[in-house]
């Protein structure tokens, strides 16, 4: 039995996230009602002319720069002929002869497997085309061309994949890098991120590449991970047979789980390139380059290692800390406006993170400012107010404007929240409870030890809820080891 290599390069396409389109002034907002964020420009119409998006561009070499590309000097749009019915113009302007980045590489993380460099080949801008909606009832199709001139970055990678996991690994961290840098909000479930999969397979150990296929629409990582688990085994079957690959575009069924040929690859030839005369080449100044490397942030991976070193948290915890930006940046600020930070992560990966996956919300949506935030953090520590309660004011304030200026202490006092640590008036609400209820009484003494837990119950509702949570338990515990005692 021959064993076989499968190799693997992308095509990522990614929509920038800009206010505008590429070309025209025209809304880049994902949806809309059809054809409405569109102009004569992105419709291509006779004596149009488009200008550069300036913010495209450098959210591009931003992108470019995340992924260690050198930066081309003089760059150029090139026009890609071809005619499909959700490209009004016939052409897309993009980049062939001299793309705004090259040579780039991304580490990749495969957990136990260690660490991996991707090359990337290169990186390009372009404009996204339109969409067609086919009917399900009739033989009709809908054109919407709301996305026309969307700008878009393709990045090539070098054919260094082998397996669908180093594919997940790359994409997961070609997101969540653009996603922390304001790039784009890389929404696979949008086609804000759309990955073309090139494959071919080899025997073991060999150096030439095999042909390769494309595989197009693929909407999901399960779906990429299927579509390579399918579309080598039936390139090895192919071969295995005495047959030869077709070098050949083919479109994936996710639904089906196969792999469908579609065209025969096409050519650079084919699309008719040449330089788009109605735009100026770009020239991208090294101080423009070095200004821009500059605004990169501190990506999520850094951030987890150093959340590590500097506030002993485990790599687990602080991963979901750094999913988000702003909720990294929300921890950082509460602690930095001295809540402790090992309790300012356990009630964000706690209660705080319990409240938004309840009502849907995300990271972005948080209102609650670090002083508050760390405030009800540090009342809690000095029982000032007990956790529970401290939970009901977390979720009242969390998403509502309230919660930007909001005086904890002021809170506390106003609905009488705050924690009742007398002794005194905690052993006679135990008296109190014990004598309204004897069943559960009698219940402890017959062996029932579940009835402890209810007495506290009633213990704490008898004190509306603010009394220390571990001074009603000690009272209680002690006063039926008297009874126990006593009889
Ligand atoms: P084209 O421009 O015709 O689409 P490229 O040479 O630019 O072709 O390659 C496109 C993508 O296909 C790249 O990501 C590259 O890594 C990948 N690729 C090229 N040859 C192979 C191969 N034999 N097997 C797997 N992937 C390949
Ligand atoms: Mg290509
Ligand atoms: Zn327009």
């Known amino acids: 039995m021959m064993t076989w290599e499968t190799v693997i390069g992308l095509e990522v396409h990614v929509e920038l996230a800009t206010k505008t389109k590429m070309f025209c002034g025209c809304s ?145 961290r070609l997101c969540d890098m653009f996603r922390y840098a304001d790039i784009s909000d890389c929404k696979m479930q949008e086609g804000s991120l759309r990955a073309d999969v090139n494959i071919s397979v080899r025997p073991m150990g060999e150096d030439c590449l095999g042909t390769r296929t494309e595989l197009k629409n693929l909407n999901s990582f399960k779906a990429i991970e299927r579509a390579i688990a399918y579309e080598s085994a039936r390139q090895i079957r192919v071969i295995e047979q005495g047959g030869v690959v077709e070098q050949e575009t083919r479109r994936w069924d996710d639904v089906a789980g196969v792999s469908l040929g579609m065209r025969s690859k096409e050519n650079a030839q084919d699309y008719r390139y040449f330089p788009e005369p109605d735009l100026p080449p770009l020239r991208i100044s090294a101080e423009t380059v070095e200004e821009l490397r500059a605004s990169l942030p501190e990506f999520a991976h850094e951030r987890v290692e150093r959340f590590g070193r500097e506030y002993g948290i485990s790599a687990y915890d602080a991963g979901v800390l750094c999913a988000a930006r702003s ?59 007990n956790r529970a309660a401290a939970i009901t004011l977390l979720e009242e304030l969390l998403l509502s404007e309230q919660g930007m200026g909001a005086d904890i202490d002021a809170l506390i006092a106003e609905r009488g929240l705050a924690q009742i640590s007398d002794g005194g008036a905690v052993a006679q609400a135990v008296e109190d409870v014990f004598a309204r209820n004897p069943a559960a009484i009698a219940d402890y003494r017959a062996g029932k030890k579940r009835a402890e837990g209810f007495l506290i119950g009633q213990t704490m509702k008898a004190m509306g809820g603010r009394a220390d949570p571990a001074a009603v338990k000690t009272a209680v515990g002690e006063a039926l080891r008297r009874l126990l005692e006593d009889k």
């Open 327 to 385: 909720f990294a940046d929300l921890f950082e600020a509460t602690v930095r406006t001295g809540a402790d930070a090992k309790s300012c992560a356990n009630w964000m990966l706690g209660p705080v993170r319990k409240r938004l996956n309840d009502v849907g919300a995300s990271e972005a949506s948080i209102r609650l400012s670090p002083a508050a935030f760390a405030a009800l953090i540090e009342r809690v520590a000095e029982k000032r107010i």
């Open 28 to 172: 880049a907002a994902f949806g809309g009602a059809p054809n409405t964020h569109c102009c004569p420009v992105c419709m291509g119409l006779p004596g149009s002319l488009p200008v550069i998006n300036g913010e495209a561009v450098r959210l591009a070499i931003r992108a470019a720069l995340v992924l260690g590309c050198r930066i081309t000097e003089n760059t150029r749009f090139d026009r890609k002929n071809y005619f499909y019915p959700d490209l009004p113009k016939a052409y897309q302007i993009s980049q062939l002869y001299s793309p705004l980045g090259r040579d780039g590489a991304l580490v990749i993380d495969l957990g136990e497997a260690g660490k991996k460099t991707v090359r990337i080949h290169e990186i390009h801008m372009e404009e996204d085309a339109g969409k067609l909606i086919h009917a399900a009832d009739r033989p009709e199709t809908y054109a919407d061309f709301n996305r026309c001139g969307v700008p878009l970055i393709e990045i090539v990678s070098e054919p260094d994949f082998r397996t669908a996991e180093e594919v997940s690994a790359y994409l997961m």
